[in-house]
T-cell receptor
Framework: AQSVSQHNHHVILSEAASLELGCNYS??????LFWYVQYPGQHLQLLLK??????LVKGIKGFEAEFIKSKFSFNLRKPSVQWSDTAEYFC??????????FGSGTRLSIRP | DVKVTQSSRYLVKRTGEKVFLECVQD?????MFWYRQDPGLGLRLIYF???????EKGDIPEGYSVSREKKERFSLILESASTNQTSMYLC???????????FGEGSWLTVV
């Protein structure tokens, strides 16, 4: 079955630290990939997406992600986090049958 | 801006009650989805719909049904609520090309 794995359940960083959140998917065909963010008390918002082309995708708020097809990965990065990045982050894949599958989420806590 | 409106933010229902969760979108999107969000499990797809009167089971359809009589409205029905259905329910919508997904603010359901 198609799945999305986010191995980091809870990440704690200090402000200005660099961030990388892992996302791996299990599907061999063409995929569309997303990262969503959910700030405390708010609804899910799109950070960035990859459909084709340049595998390094830039999103909002300084986030970027790199699609590595050989590793079935789409990791999220940010060079310097801020306290306001405290949120839960979800990786998602659209695969066959146009089903949108989400990972279990990574909670990011930033120490001021 | 796309608006996805979930009629109830917070509900408390008794075991065995029939529960209706309503979702309305204003962007004429073909695709609509119902997810439940639980800590550590991410978003799990319950049902989705590509068109009026059309529905497809997601990953966890047991105990739920849906209705899509009009394009803009997608209802989730719990025929007989149980305590293990206590969760946050998220409605989402996307256009035909599924280039992104828009979420409602969620409905917190507690079954006692």
């Amino acid at each position: 079955a198609q799945s999305v794995s986010q191995h980091n359940h809870h990440v704690i960083l200090s402000e200005a630290a660099s961030l990388e959140l892992g996302c791996n998917y299990s599907y061999g065909g063409t995929v569309n990939l997303f990262w969503y963010v959910q700030y405390p008390g708010q609804h899910l918002q799109l950070l960035l997406k990859y459909f084709s082309g340049d595998p390094l995708v830039k999103g909002i708020k300084g986030f970027e992600a790199e699609f590595i097809k050989s590793k079935f990965s789409f990791n999220l990065r940010k060079p310097s986090v801020q306290w306001s990045d405290t949120a839960e982050y979800f990786c998602a894949v659209i695969s066959s049958a146009s089903k949108i599958i989400f990972g279990s989420g990574t909670r990011l806590s930033i120490r001021p | 801006d796309v608006k996805v409106t979930q009629s109830s933010r917070y509900l408390v229902k008794r075991t065995g009650e029939k529960v209706f969760l309503e979702c309305v979108q204003d962007m004429d999107h073909e695709n609509m989805f119902w997810y439940r969000q639980d800590p550590g499990l991410g978003l799990r797809l319950i049902y989705f719909s590509y068109d009026v009167k059309m529905k497809e089971k997601g990953d966890i359809p047991e105990g739920y049904s849906v209705s899509r009589e009009k394009k803009e409205r997608f209802s989730l029905i719990l025929e007989s609520a149980s305590t293990n259905q206590t969760s946050m329910y998220l409605c989402a919508t996307s256009p035909g090309g599924m280039d992104t997904i828009y979420f409602g603010e969620g409905s917190w359901l507690t079954v006692v």
